[in-house]
């Protein structure tokens, strides 16, 4: 019988290299006559380029070569081609990259960079995404409306707002006027860094023959070689993104980031691998951060509790360029009316280029910001019409076949499980201590679509299986996750599959890593390929033996007849009595989603959603304002856990993650300057701050996904900051409406409601 491995813990696969430190990360790599590079930067947030004097760094023993952005004329981006790889007229934030310079060592590069001279002109600056979006705002692309960009995105002319994002069902104005009471809140979610051990790292040479070569951590390398390939003028073949392991990405290793700065320096330097490594200064200051919003929501409900409409108005700060800023707000904006059943919705998102470091994919992809605005609103609700915030909740969900924001059809939905069993571990019904209070925050999230992941399963001679796909693994456990698939799609043990690093020249098209997508779509690839290398073993089986396929079964690793099970013979002595010589059996797989808008990625309705609730009790010491979770309940409707212990594991990471941004971490920023940009001044949680965490993993199977699986990776952080700002108002009476809740934010807000009770 074969082994079942589908919804069973199993040991990662990448676990002894990660432990014993075997594994290869991008700054292990070193290769002969590789240079070091580094980058001469924007000390203004906005002003136009006069001249830059590289003769001093050039006369520097050791220096190689030199770059600037006229040496490379070339824009990049996924949503907007609005980024040049160096700056060429102007720069647009603290910490943009000007010229770099490629030397022997790091010690001569960093002395030749301290030597180039660049003459500027100070220009307007604006910092804040409301302000930047009024018409009277300084512009810091002039003639945005005629970047090259994708069709999903609007880009309004003669504005700095990169995109707007609409999405309307029934009619918002008559839903307020039979509506009981309206609500109306503004809620703010800061600027947080995504805070990865690893730091960003790229190597780049040009080949004697003209082609490109990277090594990067980048979560997206078919992607990568694609906007290198629109930026370059090169076809596809002539570039080739390798990457190895990645350490730590949650959405700040996709896209162009250190790359343009290697590649600038690698092609003034012919054959010549260049590596830079940024400093953890430059990480924080020049890669990306999560957005910083502006979320003004209005809710009208009836006197028992029904939603009847909810007005949504984001305003998205998306930094000096636009990055994947355009379609996190729209992703955002889409789910911003929350898991529940509105008549009545009218959605927007302005995306806004400001003056400060470039925002983009975060964990959540923009779903936290907005869950943090909607799911305090419901405890503002729900205390007004004294109703409790569950059963609130509970009366409002969405369940099967409801219709999402989107229009479509809901469907895989575990929402109502999630909330019942947050609810019942965290003894909702029962009173807490003095200055203890629980809360409760839910939410949903969407996956781009439609994207298409490819696969190829190589059975070998010997028994074992090669998958080769192009999805990162960074640190989530998709090889995991694979090679469970594999073997149990094959019938095989799980330790005879091998699962490849992704390599453009030999692993097939993935979208990329990112949008908890992995497992559903590269997922069914693999599923796919594996079924394929089955089909292929039967059809030479049937040869072999001299019947037809219909005849044969494949199972447990073995062929056997139909009518008459008992015979195996194992996939191997197939391939032995065929290819006596050695041979191997290659299946293919691509997974591309149905959908009835096809004309490119964003263009239809998500594919999958994914629902979570989560739950807290914290205490809350009034005489300093400092909050502390005691207990932390998360539970999230996974589809199917194909590997129980990955999916607790992120379900319990993602949810620590949340609160650390809910009261800790903070990007500081004085006229675009960031002023924590380390590790030191930037605050995490530390083991110091963990309470009890409880994982819950449901299961709501989709028909599409492979064993019913979706995804998980992203929307566990989303509900943690609700749930907590809810819990401290329980406990204390106060409302916070902007993140962090720093000790200092929550005892001003202490103190003024003391001030106003004494009154």
């Known amino acids: 019988m074969a082994q079942v491995i589908i919804g069973h813990p199993a040991v990662r696969t990448d676990a002894v290299e990660k432990v014993t430190g075997a594994a290869l990360y991008a700054a292990d790599l070193d290769f002969p006559g590789m240079l070091c590079g580094k980058a001469s930067r924007s000390p203004y947030p906005h002003a136009r380029i006069l001249s830059i004097d590289v003769q001093a760094a050039r006369r520097v023993p050791g220096v190689v070569a030199i770059a600037t952005g006229r040496d490379l004329d070339a824009l990049g981006g996924e949503a907007v081609k609005d980024m040049p790889f160096l700056a060429m007229d102007r720069v647009r934030y603290v910490g943009e990259p000007v010229a770099a310079v490629a030397a022997l060592d790091e010690q001569t590069a960093e002395e030749a960079v301290k030597l180039i001279k660049v003459e500027y002109e100070e220009l307007p600056a604006v910092f804040d995404p409301v302000s930047a979006a009024q018409n009277d705002a300084p512009l810091i692309h002039e003639n945005s409306e005629g970047y090259e960009h994708i069709g999903a995105v609007k880009i309004l002319p003669h504005s700095n707002i990169v995109n707007f994002s609409e999405e309307k069902q029934g009619d918002v104005a008559r839903g307020f006027a039979e509506s009981d009471y309206v609500f109306e809140d503004t809620f703010t979610s800061h600027t947080a860094h995504h805070g990865q051990i690893e730091p960003h790292c790229a190597i780049a ?7 490109l070569t990277l090594w990067t951590p980048n979560d997206g390398p078919h992607r990568l070689r694609k906007d290198l390939s629109d930026a370059l003028k090169m076809p596809l073949t002539q570039i080739r993104v390798i990457v190895p392991y990645l350490g730590g990405g949650f959405g700040g290793k996709g896209g162009l980031k250190v790359e343009p700065i290697a590649i600038a320096l690698a092609r003034k330097a012919p054959r010549r691998p260049v590596r830079v490594v940024l400093s953890r ?20 409900v009836k006197a028992d509790g029904t939603l009847m409409a909810r007005e949504v108005i984001g305003y998205w700060d998306t930094g000096a360029y636009a990055e994947k800023g355009p379609t996190v707000s729209m992703q955002a904006t889409a ?27 975060y964990r959540g992809y923009g779903t936290p910001q907005v869950t943090w605005a909607y799911e305090s609103q419901m405890d503002i609700i729900a205390k007004r019409l004294n109703l409790d915030p569950v059963e609130f909740r509970l009366k409002n969900i969405v369940h ?36 203890h209070g629980k809360g409760i925050a839910i939410t949903s999230k969407n996956t781009k679509t439609p994207s298409g992941s490819a696969a190829y399963v190589a059975f070998n001679q010997d028994g074992t299986a090669n998958v080769l796909t192009s999805t990162v693994e960074i640190g989530q456990g998709a090889k995991t996750i694979f090679a469970q698939i594999a073997a149990e799609e094959l019938g095989i043990p799980l330790e005879k599959i091998s699962v490849s690093q992704a390599d453009t020249d030999t692993t097939p098209f993935d979208s990329s890593t990112t949008s908890s997508r992995s497992t559903f779509h590269m997922g069914n690839a693999v599923k796919a390929a594996s079924a394929d290398v089955k089909q ?28 008459d099970p008992g015979h195996q013979i194992p996939f191997q002595s197939i391939l032995k009595k065929c290819y006596g010589a050695g041979g191997s059996v290659l299946g293919r797989g691509f997974y591309y989603p149905a959908t009835e808008k096809d004309s490119g990625m964003w263009s239809a309705p ?21 909050v502390r979770v005691l207990k932390l309940v998360a539970a999230h409707d996974v589809g199917k856990a194909i590997n129980p212990a990955t999916c607790a594991g992120q379900i319990e990471g993602g949810a620590v993650h949340g609160m650390s941004i809910a009261l800790f971490e903070q990007v500081l920023m004085d006229q675009g300057r960031i002023t924590n940009a380390n590790f030191h001044d930037y605050k995490l949680a530390t083991p110091m701050d963990m309470p009890e965490v409880v994982s819950i993993i449901v299961e709501a199977p989709h028909r599409d996904g492979p064993y019913g699986a979706k995804g998980v990776g992203e929307p566990v952080l989303s509900p943690t900051a609700a749930a907590i700002a809810n819990a401290v108002e329980r406990a204390t009476g106060i409302r916070i409406y902007d993140l962090p809740l720093t000790p200092e934010r929550v005892f001003s807000a202490i103190e003024k409601s003391d001030r106003v009770g004494v009154k």
């Open 400 to 435: 099967e076949g409801d219709a999402l924001p989107t229009g479509q059809p809901g469907h895989s939905i575990g929402m109502e499980e999630c909330l019942w069993r947050v609810a019942a571990e965290l003894k909702w019904n029962e009173p807490c201590k003095p200055g």
């Open 606 to 626: 998500s594919v999958f959603w994914m629902y979570g609730a989560q739950g807290v009790e914290v205490e809350v010491d009034r005489e300093t304002g400092q």
């Open 335 to 361: 789910t911003a009316a929350g898991p529940y059943r509105i008549p009545n919705i009218h959605l927007v998102g302005y995306c806004v280029y400001t003056n400060k470091a470039i925002a983009g994919a």
């Open 205 to 211: 040479q040009w080949g004697a023959d003209g082609k």
């Open 536 to 563: 292929q073993i039967i059809s030479l089986a049937a040869l072999t033996l001299g019947c037809k396929p219909e005849d044969l079964v494949a199972n447990g690793g073995a062929i056997d007849f139909a009518a």
């Open 281 to 300: 200064e430059e990480v924080f200051a020049t890669t990306l951060v999560r957005h910083a919003v502006v979320v003004k929501i209005k809710t009208g």
